[in-house]
């Protein structure tokens, strides 16, 4: 059924999910609050910059990626001399690529969930003395509960399909960059068939239960807005 | 239950003293580039070289030309087995490789393979007569094994009509779904299938397909799998898969401290 080296792959890829997941979401939300408050003149630009990786090819994003991180490049090497172990090729590289990729299957649900929430509310707020951490923490994440939950697991479920970017930037090492969807390849370029089939099955099932699993919790949240 | 415990914690334990070993200069690990092609292959290959030596031998699996680029951008493979003679050469080119690393593990053969049982005759006559509609190959510009098949077609003098897979194993996904009838593969895909009908292409019909490795990393332990790779033992198991060996497996193997290797490894590293 499932080799030693499928299992790592699957844990791997919710590892990295699981992170890209949490930083998306940390340095997500400011962005998104930004983006749905700021009248600033040329918002356009950096709204078109977030929405990119929705419509570039992976393989642009991950052979861009793969000469930024290399040790020859000022960013690779920038990183390799602070951290003191190379960038490309690293599970870390994994992540920095997932954050970019994912990063409109974030912003975009919580900029709306945000714009939604509109000013009033924080109005009343403010008049009854609330600070704006407490404005923000209190009555627009509660408002906005629909859209964090389908920021997380639209980031969650899109970075364990990632597939052309970690082909380009991850090497295919077991147990360090080798996920689930490579595994699945690298099974089909070998063939390994009957492998093949359990890890999607298995990645099938798991993406099915997520959306399942919010689409139950709210009936009335429209996850795939986008 | 007790005992299945017990063999988890020993099994964890072992696996977290692993850890630390490798952290150490204990047992060593050797990263290989390995081509999709014989990735089958160098698995049974690992697997006998577990029984001789501590070292702990990972494979990453992926096309030859993709691991050609991402070496350039920093993979870091100790040893890389190519599926061709031109990419090892061109990483020695740019200075990457250790000097004198470079040399044939292994020679391709090619199949005519069918799902058909009875479609593919013993001398290959259904290829020359033409009875199928598709011919099923890897991408000639991309793969060594569709270069070899365009050479085998234009020896014969034919030109069927044809479908382009990225790779054998795409080209082998094209034969075997019915998509076409007929597919020019490796013989190593064929040969331990129990379905269909192959012919195996005789070798005079093509330039010789020769899988070239290479050293990247001048760690004893990479040579030590690379001697093991070229010995007696490792050539049948290839011969078993579908793999001619090489005309001259002439490989001595350099010891670290021999007297012109190191300035050669520096030469190189700078």
């Known amino acids: ?226 | 239950m007790g005992r299945i415990t017990t063999y988890t914690t020993i099994y964890l334990l072992a696996c977290l003293s692993a850890q630390l070993l490798c952290s150490t200069v204990f047992a060593a690990q050797v990263k290989v580039a390995v081509a999709s092609n014989f990735a089958s292959t160098a698995e049974v290959i690992v697997a006998t070289y577990a029984e001789l030596s501590d070292d702990k031998i990972v494979l990453l699996v992926g096309s030859t030309g993709k691991h050609t680029a991402q070496i350039q951008y920093g993979l870091p493979v100790d040893v890389f087995l190519a599926a061709d003679s031109a990419m090892p050469s061109l990483l020695e080119d740019k200075g990457l490789v250790i000097d004198g690393s470079r040399q044939t593990y292994a020679l391709g053969r090619l199949a005519l393979w069918s799902k058909d049982p009875l479609l593919v005759d013993a001398n290959g006559e259904v290829l020359k007569k033409s009875r199928f509609k598709r011919l099923a190959i890897a991408n000639p510009k991309t793969a060594p094994y569709g270069h070899a098949a365009i050479q085998v077609l234009s020896n014969l003098g034919i030109q069927p009509s044809m479908v382009y897979g990225e790779s054998v194993a795409q080209a082998f996904q094209f034969a075997n779904s019915g998509g076409a009838e007929i597919a020019l593969l490796a013989l190593s895909q064929v040969i331990d299938l129990q379905r269909g009908s192959y012919w195996l292409v005789p070798s005079k019909l093509h330039s010789p397909i020769e899988q070239q490795l290479v050293i990247l990393n001048d760690v004893q332990a990479a040579r030590d799998f690379v001697h093991f790779l070229l010995s007696e033992q490792a050539l049948s198991i290839m011969e078993l898969h579908g793999y001619t060996r090489p005309a001259t497996t002439s490989y001595t193997r350099p010891a670290l401290n021999d007297n012109t290797a190191p300035a050669q490894i520096e030469s190189t590293i700078k």
Request: proline share 6%; net charge neutral.
């Open chain 1, 1 to 226: 059924m499932f080799s030693e080296a499928d299992i790592a792959a699957l844990m791997l890829t919710l590892k990295l999910a699981g992170i890209s997941t949490l930083v998306l979401i940390l340095f997500g939300t400011p962005l998104a609050w930004w983006l749905a408050k700021s009248a600033w003149r040329f918002k356009f630009l950096i709204e078109a910059l977030v929405a990119l990786p929705l419509v570039l090819p992976p393989t642009v994003l991950g052979f861009y990626l793969l000469v930024a991180f290399s040790p020859q490049s000022s960013i690779g090497h920038l990183f390799e001399s602070v951290v003191g172990q190379p960038l490309a090729f690293s599970f870390t590289g994994l992540v920095v690529g997932s954050v970019i990729y994912s990063l409109p299957f974030v912003i975009q649900p919580l900029q709306n969930a945000f714009i939604a929430v509109g000013r009033r509310p924080l109005e009343v707020a403010a008049t009854l003395r609330a600070s704006p951490s407490d404005r923000f923490f209190s009555v627009v994440v509660p408002l906005a509960r629909p859209g964090f939950l389908s920021a997380a697991v639209l980031g969650f479920a899109h970075t364990l399909g990632e597939f052309g970017v970690v082909l380009m930037i991850g090497g295919n090492i077991p147990g360090e960059t080798q996920v689930a969807s490579i595994a699945i390849y690298e099974h089909v370029e070998s063939m390994q068939l009957a492998s093949a089939h359990w890890l999607s099955a298995a990645l099938l099932l798991i993406s099915f239960c997520l959306l399942v699993l919010v689409y139950a919790a709210n009936p009335k949240a429209r996850v795939l807005r986008l």
